[in-house]
């Protein structure tokens, strides 16, 4: 219950396309959703992060999806770029006092020039 | 702002002797830090919940006598690898709440200490 599914594992995507990666949670406690952006040898930086009381939450070209009924969350990146080309993380906790993250699988992307 | 560092980036190490990594808030207060484990092309594996001023909270499976974790002030923890072998050959990130902030969970993210143990 505490695991959080990431899918694709690997994306390839055109430069100017739409990256989408896709996470499910079966924990209805969790209230929490960030995505972080990892880059080779570099740490986590969150990009976006939602709470359940919206559907969507867009900041640039990053968009989130959030579907509460089906526990399930997405990452949009439009116009994708080669400087996007890095590993996505979806992420769950819950919001009572502080609460751990629980970490998706990790999706590589590549945009390809 | 948030800025979390990790001393050192990289180390190399042989097997035995320990290592110790530090973990630092730059520009805020940090009572809770984290400390996670993750190997190549996998995902991050928490290891332990450090809080200031008391005994870090470790997971399930990690052994708190090999991996000693110390959080002396609100803006320093430190992770210590004792007896160090290859097996704990590894990229070691931390990250840090910051206390004053208005959401329960935003974790910021240190970059990362490589250690290879020979």
């Known amino acids: 219950q505490q695991q959080v599914k990431q899918s694709p594992q690997s994306l390839i995507v055109q430069k100017g396309g739409i990256s989408i990666i896709n996470c499910a949670y079966e924990?209805?406690?969790?209230?929490?959703f960030p995505w972080y952006q990892q880059f080779p040898g570099k740490g986590p930086a969150l990009l976006i992060a939602?709470?359940?009381?919206?559907s969507e939450k867009k900041e640039g070209r990053f968009t989130i999806s959030f579907n509460k009924s089906a526990k399930q969350f997405s990452l949009h990146i439009m116009d994708s770029q080669p400087g996007d080309s890095a590993t996505y993380f979806c992420?769950?906790?819950?919001?009572?006092?502080?609460?751990?993250?629980?970490f998706g699988t990790g999706t590589r992307l590549l945009v390809s020039p | 702002g948030a800025v979390v560092s990790q001393h050192p980036s990289w180390v190399i190490c042989k097997s035995g002797t320990s290592v110790k990594i530090e973990c630092r808030s730059l520009?805020?207060?940090?009572?809770?830090m984290f400390w996670y484990r993750q190997f190549p092309k996998q995902s991050l594996m928490l290891m332990a919940t450090?809080?200031?001023?008391?005994?870090?909270?470790?997971e399930q499976g990690v052994e708190k006598d090999k991996f000693l974790i110390n959080h002396a002030s609100l803006t320093l923890s430190t992770l210590t690898v004792t007896s160090a072998h290859p097996e704990d050959s590894s990229f070691y990130i931390c990250?840090?709440?910051?206390?004053?902030?208005?959401?329960?969970?935003?974790?910021?993210f240190g970059p990362g200490t490589r250690l290879t143990v020979l």
């Open positions: 520009d805020f207060q940090a009572t809770t």
């Open positions: 939602i709470r359940p009381d919206v």
């Open positions: 992420a769950a906790s819950k919001d009572t006092g502080f609460q751990k993250l629980v």
């Open positions: 924990n209805t406690a969790f209230d929490y």
């Open positions: 990250s840090a709440r910051d206390r004053a902030g208005t959401s329960t969970d935003t974790q910021y």
């Open positions: 450090s809080n200031e001023g008391s005994k870090a909270t470790y």
